[in-house]
């Protein structure tokens, strides 16, 4: 169907059990499709094997601008993969990595492909991380020019990678808007990595940390 599809431009097969040969025949199709803007995976596959057939996808589909991969699990060979097919993909304009299990090997090629990649806008990394991840993602702020929106609820984000964070935007002239949720009990921490993040000027902190949960 997506192969000779001529409208359909949002796909959603999250929540779904899926086996290695049908989200293969997803991103194989996807490969000549000319008209699927939206696709979200999420929560769906039940095999780490996709890499084989969403990087070839990545490299060759001029459409799609949005990617949902929250809680597909996949693991660092394969995310590794995927990632490089971001260096030169300048179509996809919002990437959800939400609950990835990103790790220090894992965040090592998302702070590569960000320093390389030209197009994506959005960036969802929520539910992930530890705070010398947060460091090296800082890093890539330093030379990404495309990235308008960062999302980084449910982060462990300490002192330092919060410093990381807004050095990094004094150089950056493009991202807008960093999404966080501190989970300090320390008041005093909390309010000092507030107000040293507000500092850089460039960036609007939209703070979820009153938020019951």
């Given at each position: 169907?997506?192969?000779?599809?001529?409208k359909?431009?949002?796909?959603?097969v999250?929540?779904?059990?899926?086996t290695?040969r049908?989200?293969?025949t997803?991103f194989?199709?996807?490969?000549?499709?000319?008209?699927?803007k939206r696709l979200?995976?999420?929560?769906?596959l039940t095999?780490?094997?996709i890499?084989?057939?969403?990087?070839?996808?990545?490299?060759?589909?001029?459409?799609l601008?949005?990617?949902?991969?929250?809680?597909?699990?996949?693991?660092?060979?394969?995310?590794?993969?995927?990632?490089?097919?971001?260096?030169?993909?300048?179509?996809?304009?919002?990437?959800?990595?939400?609950?990835e299990?990103?790790?220090?090997?894992?965040v090592?090629?998302?702070?590569?492909?960000?320093?390389?990649?030209?197009?994506?806008v959005?960036l969802n990394?929520?539910?992930?991380g530890?705070?010398?991840?947060?460091?090296?993602?800082?890093?890539?702020?330093?030379v990404?020019?495309?990235?308008?929106?960062?999302?980084?609820?449910?982060n462990?984000?300490d002192?330092?990678?919060a410093e990381?964070?807004?050095?990094?935007?004094?150089i950056?002239?493009?991202?807008?808007?960093?999404?966080?949720?501190?989970r300090?009990?320390?008041?005093?921490?909390?309010?000092?990595?507030?107000?040293?993040?507000?500092?850089?000027?460039?960036?609007?902190?939209?703070?979820?940390?009153?938020v019951?949960?």
């Open positions: 169907m997506l192969k000779v599809n001529q359909l431009i949002v796909l959603k999250g929540h779904n059990k899926m290695s049908g989200t293969k997803i194989e199709a996807m490969k000549t499709n000319k008209v699927l979200s995976i999420k929560e769906c095999s780490t094997n890499s084989s057939s969403i990087k070839p996808m990545l490299e060759t589909n001029r459409t601008e949005n990617l949902n991969m929250k809680k597909v699990h996949i693991c660092h060979e394969e995310m590794s993969n995927v990632l490089i097919a971001l260096n030169t993909n300048t179509i996809l304009k919002k990437l959800s990595l939400c609950g299990d990103v790790d220090d090997r894992k090592k090629k998302i702070a590569e492909a960000l320093k390389c990649n030209k197009g994506l959005k990394l929520s539910y992930n530890t705070e010398k991840e947060m460091e090296q993602i800082a890093e890539a702020f330093k990404n020019s495309t990235l308008e929106k960062l999302c980084l609820i449910f462990k984000i002192q330092k990678g990381k964070l807004a050095a990094a935007l004094d950056n002239n493009t991202l807008k808007e960093v999404y966080m949720l501190y300090f009990p320390d008041i005093t921490l909390r309010q000092k990595l507030k107000r040293r993040i507000y500092r850089s000027v460039r960036l609007i902190v939209k703070d979820f940390s009153d019951e949960y």
